[in-house]
Antibody, heavy 121, light 110 residues
Framework: EVQLLESGGDLVQPGGSLRLSCAASGFTFSNYAMSWVRQAPGKGLEWVSCISGSGSSTYYADFVKGRFTISRDNSKNTLYLQMNSLRAEDTAVYYC??????????????WGQGTLVTVSS | QSVLTQPPSVSAAPGQKVTISCSGSSSNIGGNYVSWYQQFPGTAPKLLIYENNKRPSGIPDRFSGSKSGTSATLGITGLQTGDEADYYCGTWDSSLSAWVFGGGTKLTVL
């Protein structure tokens, strides 16, 4: 059974940093691209970033370029999202999602339960 | 403003059929696979349709997907009250090098 377990969400002040983690199990982690998708309170889904199965390719939404960094440790079956220079508008539930293939072009077939990031003073 | 356009809401009676549209452009829907997601309040999204019209195991055949040009459609037949949820379309955008989602459609089963 595929499991994705996010952690690291917290209350942080504007301008602060946070690192999210997503522990994966139940599949060959390195064979699949992984994404972070967020959802602000009462809003729709918003894709944040994706990383290829090998980790060699990364992709970002314009609104996080230069502030967020996606990475993965295939030896630990773990996905990360380093978030710097956080803004109030980054407040959201952040989901880790598995892509159906090693590249980013396919649908997201498994999702974690989400971790809440709140940016507020 | 989402790159993909969905109606904010749709409604139909139990047992009826409903369709949800998703409109994009040649750089996203027109050139890439579309997937659809179902989300109940307070829970994670769930994949309903991938590669335009394929259903993951466990998804009933009441759910179907299609694509034509730069638009895609999710169809749900035999509506049940348990189908009340938010539905999102999504695809890769080759110009943006980014994944894009529609704004979501709230389905009400009257």
């Amino acid at each position: 059974e595929v499991q994705l377990l996010e952690s690291g969400g917290d209350l942080v002040q504007p301008g602060g940093s946070l690192r999210l983690s997503c522990a994966a199990s139940g599949f060959t982690f390195s064979n699949y691209a992984m994404s972070w998708v967020r959802q602000a309170p009462g809003k729709g889904l918003e894709w944040v970033s994706c990383i290829s199965g090998s980790g060699s390719s990364t992709y970002y939404a314009d609104f996080v370029k230069g502030r967020f960094t996606i990475s993965r440790d295939n030896s630990k079956n773990t996905l990360y999202l380093q978030m710097n220079s956080l803004r109030a508008e980054d407040t959201a539930v952040y989901y880790c999602a598995k892509v159906r293939d090693s590249g980013p072009y396919y649908g997201h077939d498994q999702w974690g339960q989400g971790t809440l990031v709140t940016v507020s003073s | 403003q989402s790159v993909l356009t969905q109606p904010p809401s749709v409604s139909a009676a139990p047992g009826q059929k409903v369709t949800i549209s998703c409109s994009g452009s040649s750089s996203n829907i027109g050139g890439n696979y579309v997937s659809w997601y179902q989300q109940f309040p307070g829970t994670a999204p769930k994949l309903l349709i991938y590669e335009n019209n394929k259903r993951p195991s466990g998804i009933p055949d009441r759910f179907s997907g299609s694509k034509s040009g730069t638009s895609a459609t999710l169809g749900i037949t035999g509506l049940q009250t348990g189908d009340e949820a938010d539905y999102y379309c999504g695809t890769w955008d080759s110009s943006l090098s980014a994944w894009v989602f529609g704004g979501g459609t709230k389905l009400t089963v009257l």
